[in-house]
């Protein structure tokens, strides 16, 4: 089945610690996102890729770090710097950038302790 | 102005009412838009897709007007299932990022 898997589903870390979160999908998109979503607001976008070996910054970069080293793959990294990591992470890919549908897949909660 | 604002929630209604909800952007070149459902602590998912003046699907109508730069949804006969939040989405026109309201919940009651 194709699809857009993201892992772990719940994660916690310490603070001051850099972690990971894993971003696959098996739908042959070309463009790639990672959303930031708090309780009771909306999705507010963290970086996106048009296709390999290229990424963008969205609306809160800061304190994230990203790479597109396959087309299946874009993990992101939560470093020390952001200052408050404790949120709902979504990963979403779409057929093209413009004007197109974005498939998510089932989110991390991260949860600082 | 925000890029995208949608209509304060939550809406509270019973089932079998219809209930409608707006969604106002800010840039006129917008060409598409969509509507996304998100249930409690899951991922959003499309609803429904909006190229130009409206979508029909079962129970659920979306529709666009351009000129005063707001699209609609319309949920008729409303069921418990239907109670989520619904997520306006309009992509930037430059069509590299995708903009997200904050969401309209919607709670349906028996």
């Known amino acids: 089945d194709g699809g857009i898997t993201q892992s772990p589903k719940y994660l916690f870390r310490k603070e001051g610690q850099n972690v990971t979160l894993s971003c696959e999908q098996n739908?042959?998109?070309?463009?790639m996102y990672w959303y930031r979503q708090d309780p009771g607001q909306g999705l507010r976008l963290i970086y996106y890729s048009q296709i390999v070996n290229d990424f963008q910054k969205g609306d809160i970069a800061e304190g994230y770090s990203v790479s597109r080293e396959k087309k299946e793959s874009f993990p992101l990294t939560v470093t020390s710097a952001q200052k408050n990591p404790t949120a709902f992470y979504l990963c979403a890919s779409s057929i093209g950038v413009k004007n197109t549908e974005a498939f998510f897949g089932q989110g991390t909660r991260l949860t600082v302790v | 102005r925000k890029e995208v604002e949608q209509d304060p929630g939550p809406f509270n209604v019973p089932e079998g009412a219809t209930v409608a909800f707006n969604c106002t952007y800010s840039n006129s070149a917008s060409q598409s838009f969509f509507w996304y459902r998100q249930d409690c602590r899951k991922e959003p998912k499309l609803l429904m897709s909006v190229y130009s003046s409206g979508n029909e699907d079962g129970r659920f109508t979306a529709q666009l007007n351009r000129a005063s730069q707001y699209i609609s949804l319309l949920i008729r006969d409303s069921k418990l299932s239907d109670s989520a939040t619904y997520l306006c989405v309009v992509p930037d026109t430059g069509g590299f990022k995708t903009i997200f309201g904050a969401g309209t919940r919607l709670f349906v009651k028996a």
């Open positions: 739908l042959n998109h070309d463009a």
